[in-house]
């Protein structure tokens, strides 16, 4: 494809480096062609300066998870949710959205400093945005211009990478993400686009191809795609689930505090877990167990997310699935004293 580039030619979501036991072990320390291109992934994202842009072709969110657990540590990306969003004015806010949601979340980080030491950011809106965080509230404010609070936002989230997965079959969706990006690059941003496959060079898509990086793609093998039938005990757990999420949405102290199935970032290096239930602004998880996290592997695991959840700043709270099933308000009733608890404390 013409302004496109070939990265390699492998099966990401399967490649793994190899262990470098010793200078003097030839065979150990051969790094593969494979490994270090994806090593390159990584570094060419590193490498983008405010405002910088790239474009893999053939590579989806997912696979770049994968692909990154390999590669040197990388900044922090956020992965952009613009599914449904028809105009750029749309889009634009979603983002605005989702970068006050992570500022809130990670605020205790950046509300201490000094504004000396926060390049940039205005002391009012420092200000006002810590009244809000503290109130429960998304620091974003109306009566400014988007391009204000994208530059304010982006400056407490420094480094931060915007990550689009971009549907490369339907252009009259795209126009307006691509449309976006752009606008989020003009003002500050560095974006990556995500492309599962290649597109037309028609527009709007000529606008992403220049310079793209086209990731060729195995099929993966059958049997790694098979998945194993739902057991009683998960079905079971998912009406449990339900049933909580509900009451939550239900009671007038906790409703609009939780988000559902959440996959956190815990860093470059480290683990990415999904809960069950989160409250972003105060950084609690709570988790709903069935009888098989009583027991080994998963009992031990289970606390070992905990422990990797608090030293990132998380407050875990375990339910079982027979609590809520028999004493829900008693379930509820516990959510509300751990909230008021984070809320004191902040």
């Known amino acids: 494809m013409r302004g496109c580039n070939t990265l390699f030619s492998h099966n990401l979501a399967r490649a793994t480096l190899s262990h470098i036991k010793s200078a003097d072990d030839a065979e150990a320390a051969f790094i593969s062609e494979s490994e270090l291109q994806i090593l390159e992934i990584g570094a060419r994202i590193n490498?983008?300066?405010p405002k910088g842009a790239l474009t893999f072709i053939g590579l989806g969110s997912n696979d770049l998870r994968e692909v990154l657990r390999w590669s040197e540590p990388v900044r922090r990306m956020l992965r952009l949710d613009l599914a449904g969003a028809l105009t750029a004015e749309t889009a634009i806010q979603r983002i605005l959205d989702d970068l006050a949601d992570l500022a809130a979340a990670l605020w205790p980080d950046w509300n201490?400093?000094?504004p000396c030491a926060m390049s940039g950011i205005q002391f009012s809106w420092r200000?006002?945005?810590?009244r809000l965080v503290r109130a429960g509230r998304r620091p974003r404010f109306r009566r400014l211009s988007p391009e204000l609070e994208l530059d304010q936002l982006l400056r407490t989230l420094s480094g931060l990478?915007?990550?689009?997965d971009v549907d490369p079959t339907r252009s009259d969706h795209a126009a307006p993400i691509i449309a976006t990006l752009e606008w989020c690059r003009r003002h500050g941003a560095i974006v990556v686009a995500l492309l599962a496959e290649q597109p037309s060079c028609e527009p709007p898509w000529d606008r992403l191809l220049?310079?793209?990086?086209?990731v060729e793609r195995q099929i993966e093998p059958a049997l790694h795609r098979l998945l194993p039938p739902l057991e009683l005990e998960t079905l079971r757990g998912s009406a449990i689930e339900k049933r909580m999420r509900e009451a939550l949405r239900a009671d007038g102290e906790l409703s609009g505090l939780f988000d559902d199935e959440v996959t956190l970032s815990l860093g470059p290096l480290g683990p990415s877990p999904r809960v069950?239930?989160?409250w972003r602004v105060g950084k609690i998880v709570v988790e709903l167990d069935g009888a098989e996290h009583g027991r080994d592997p998963n009992y031990g695991a289970d606390r070992h997310r905990d422990y990797e959840l608090l030293v990132a700043g998380y407050l875990v709270l375990r339910l079982t699935n027979a609590e809520v099933e028999t004493d829900l308000g008693r379930?509820?009733?516990?959510?509300?004293r751990v909230v008021n608890l984070r809320r004191e404390a902040t």
């Open 210 to 214: 220049h310079g793209a990086f086209a």
């Open 331 to 336: 379930a509820l009733e516990k959510v509300r």
């Open 127 to 130: 200000r006002a945005a810590a």
């Open 47 to 49: 490498m983008l300066p």
């Open 112 to 114: 201490g400093q000094e």
């Open 161 to 164: 990478v915007l990550l689009a």
């Open 276 to 278: 069950d239930l989160l």
